[in-house]
Every structure is written in structure tokens, then in C-alpha cells.
């Protein structure tokens, strides 16, 4: 089945940088766009990042653009999110989803703190 699991979240101060991990499992990971929403306290999901299943068309929100990039690794079946200059408004619990058909997956999440 169908498996997406997020980690790489913690607490990191304004500025910091993290980098976020989604490993798939269960499809061919490479045929897909993959996708990076988050959701913060009291608030909305919110898209951030899509990457395509080649990897050679990504968007980005307006909010993250320029800060963060979504690489992938077809060989891994991993999809990332490298947030950089962090900003508290970037606190929030970050997902991984993919559509298949149609059906939506989503892993757990990976939650991501930015304060000093």
C-alpha cells in the first residue's frame, strides 16, 4: 500500500535551516508529482512546494519562494524540502501527499518549530 512517511522537523531558531524528508513506498515513486503542504496552529493546509515526477518543473508559494527548494531523489523514492532563513510564520506540522487515481495520501507529518 501506499506509504509516506515525513521526518527531519525539530526546532530551529530564525534563519536556520532545515532540511525535511518524505520516503514513499507502495507506488512508482517516479512516475508522480509529490507535493509539501503545511499547516500551522489554528490555521488552514497550506500547498508549499510540488515537484514533478522527472523533477524538472517545481512551484512554490509565495510565501516560501526563494527560501525553500523541493529536490527529490527517484533512486531513494524520496522527495525533500530544504527550508532555509526560516521565519517563525513558517512554524507549522509540514506533509507529504501524492494523488494517485483518485485517492489523496498523506504521511503523519513532521512538525517544525522556528523560534529563538
Known amino acids: 500500500q501506499v506509504q509516506l512517511v515525513e521526518s527531519g522537523g525539530g526546532l530551529v531558531q530564525p534563519g536556520g535551516s532545515l532540511r525535511l524528508s518524505c520516503a514513499a513506498s507502495?507506488?512508482?515513486?517516479?512516475?508522480?508529482?509529490m507535493k509539501w503542504f503545511r499547516q500551522a496552529p489554528g490555521k488552514g493546509r497550506e500547498l508549499v512546494a510540488t515537484?514533478?515526477?522527472?523533477?524538472?518543473?517545481?512551484t512554490y508559494a509565495d510565501s516560501v519562494n526563494g527560501r525553500f527548494t523541493i529536490p527529490r531523489d527517484n533512486a531513494k523514492n524520496t522527495v525533500y524540502l530544504q527550508m532555509n532563513s526560516l521565519k517563525p510564520e513558517d512554524t507549522a506540522v509540514y506533509y507529504c501527499?501524492?494523488?494517485?487515481?483518485?485517492?489523496?495520501?498523506w504521511g503523519r507529518g513532521t512538525s517544525v518549530t522556528v523560534s529563538s
Open positions: 501527499q501524492v494523488l494517485i487515481s483518485v485517492g489523496a495520501y
Open positions: 507502495g507506488f512508482t515513486f517516479s512516475s508522480y508529482k
Open positions: 515537484i514533478t515526477g522527472s523533477g524538472d518543473i517545481t
